[in-house]
């Protein structure tokens, strides 16, 4: 059973390019968290969706960002006419559920964002 | 809102003795969890163990345990006999009972080296 699988790992892009993150959770799981992680910090909620749904985008930045989970495919985080302020490592993580146990989501390796 | 504090960027222990993270938190629920992850260089996030706010008994798993003092709202790890491949980054989380698995609060992470 594979884990939640972040690629690229490693992606450079211009001042005012596109960049496209993708994620596939873990075989089974329909949630999917993404998180993004400044150089010296720690991880930061930005959103987290199911299936066609974003159910919470209260970290999202309200410019540049978006984030979808379509039925088929991975999940993709999109940030448009990126700065150099977005480098950072984003990560996804996923959960089969969403209830009021214990189970815990599991993370991706993330992807490092340059922007040079 | 909630907040999570590491107090101590980094830290260093020898082979095989015991250090001890810091971590507090701030919230106006009563219950919750607590986790702490460790981020490796590869940046993988690895659950290292949870603790849920209504259990009153410490959580332990193998050399890491942790002591929760739930009116203080502190909340340690304990590593004892580390080890070379306990060197990472460690990171304190919290999540609210009630909210998805995958919506974290974490700290800014401690640093720990190992020395041989």
């Known amino acids: 059973n594979a884990g939640v699988m972040q690629n690229p790992r490693h992606l450079v892009r211009r001042r005012g390019q596109e960049a496209r993150l993708r994620c596939s959770p873990m075989?089974?799981?329909?949630?999917v968290y993404w998180y993004r992680q400044l150089p010296e910090e720690g991880l930061k909620f930005m959103v987290y969706?199911?299936?066609?749904?974003?159910?919470?985008e209260s970290g999202m930045p309200k410019e540049r960002f978006s984030a979808e989970f379509p039925k088929e495919g991975p999940s993709i985080l999109r940030i448009q006419q990126v700065v150099r302020g977005d480098s950072a490592a984003y990560f996804c993580?996923?959960?089969?559920?969403?209830?009021?146990?214990?189970?815990?989501?599991?993370f991706g390796q993330g992807t490092r964002l340059t922007v040079v | 809102a909630q907040t999570v504090t590491q107090s101590q960027p980094e830290m260093s222990v020898q082979e095989a003795e015991t250090v001890t993270l810091s971590c507090t938190y701030d919230?106006?629920?009563?219950?919750?969890?607590l986790f702490w992850y460790k981020q490796p260089p590869s940046r993988q996030m690895i659950l290292v163990i949870r603790?849920?706010?209504?259990?009153?008994q410490n959580a332990t798993e193998n050399r890491f345990s942790v002591n929760f003092q739930k009116a203080a709202k502190s909340f340690s790890l304990k590593i004892s006999d580390s080890q070379l491949g306990d060197a990472a980054m460690y990171f304190c989380?919290?999540?609210?009972?009630?909210?998805?698995?995958?919506?974290?609060?974490f700290g800014k992470g401690t640093k720990l080296s190992v020395k041989p």
């Open positions: 603790q849920e706010a209504y259990k009153q």
């Open positions: 969706l199911q299936k066609e749904n974003i159910i919470d």
């Open positions: 075989k089974g799981h329909s949630h």
């Open positions: 993580a996923s959960s089969p559920r969403d209830y009021r146990g214990v189970t815990e989501a599991f």
């Open positions: 989380a919290y999540r609210n009972y009630g909210g998805s698995q995958g919506n974290l609060i």
């Open positions: 919230t106006s629920e009563s219950d919750y969890y």
